[in-house]
């Protein structure tokens, strides 16, 4: 089956300083990738996505790299501030179009925090 | 704007009590599906829709009911409520397109004593 895994966390940093959070999967076929950012008390919301291998997605200064070949979506940010202190979810879609649009499988969330 | 609303936010339920956990979208999209959120786990789909009419089982589905009479509304029905269902629980819509984004509510917790 579909699996994500996420760098277990939580993640600290000083304002400023870069940023990765890890991600892998386990999919047939080519699934579209996605991270999703959870503010406190809020729901989720999509940072960014790739739908195919070689793909970049980039959203608010966050890149993530489509990897086929290493089955990876690395979660990337080259100076981070504390407003981006929230829990982040790697998640994806399969690729089998139809009734996989309303269904993604998430990995379990990494929260990260960034001090002043 | 209102995207997807979720009723009620908090909710404490008694063991063996029942509910309905209320979601509303006005985007007309195809897709609606409920999860919950559980430290360390990430979200697990519990059940999903396709359209008016039409519902399936996700990955957790056990003590959940759905329906989907209108195109709007997809309410999550907790018929005898357990402890091991106390979480956060996240209705989400999606259009029937290929960018496969969902759009979230704000969650509603859900205390089971």
């Known amino acids: 089956g579909n699996s994500v895994t996420q760098m277990e966390g939580p993640v600290t940093l000083s304002e400023e300083a870069f940023l990765t959070i890890n991600c892998t999967y386990t999919a047939t076929g080519y699934p579209s990738l996605f991270w999703y950012v959870q503010y406190p008390g809020e729901g989720l919301q999509l940072l960014l996505k790739a739908t195919k291998a070689d793909d970049k997605g980039s959203n608010k200064g966050f890149e993530a790299t489509y990897r086929k070949e290493t089955t990876s979506f690395h979660l990337e940010k080259g100076s981070v501030q504390v407003s981006d202190s929230a829990v982040y979810f790697c998640a994806l879609r399969p690729g089998a179009g139809g009734t996989s649009y309303g269904k993604l499988t998430f990995g379990q969330g990494t929260i990260l925090t960034v001090h002043p | 704007n209102a995207g997807v609303t979720q009723t009620p936010k908090f909710q404490v339920l008694k063991t063996g009590q029942s509910m309905t956990l209320q979601c509303a979208q006005d985007?007309?999209?195809?897709?609606m599906s409920w999860y919950r959120q559980d430290p360390g786990m990430g979200l697990r789909l519990i059940h999903y829709s396709v359209g008016a009419g039409i519902t399936d089982q996700g990955e957790v589905p056990n003590g959940y009911n759905v329906s989907r009479s209108t195109t709007e509304d997809f309410p999550l029905r907790l018929l005898s409520a357990a402890p091991s269902q106390t979480s956060v629980y996240f209705c989400?819509?999606?259009?029937?397109?290929?960018?496969?984004?969902?759009?979230f509510g704000e969650g509603s917790r859900l205390t089971v004593l």
């Open positions: 985007m007309n999209h195809e897709y």
């Open positions: 989400a819509s999606s259009p029937g397109t290929s960018t496969g984004e969902l759009f």
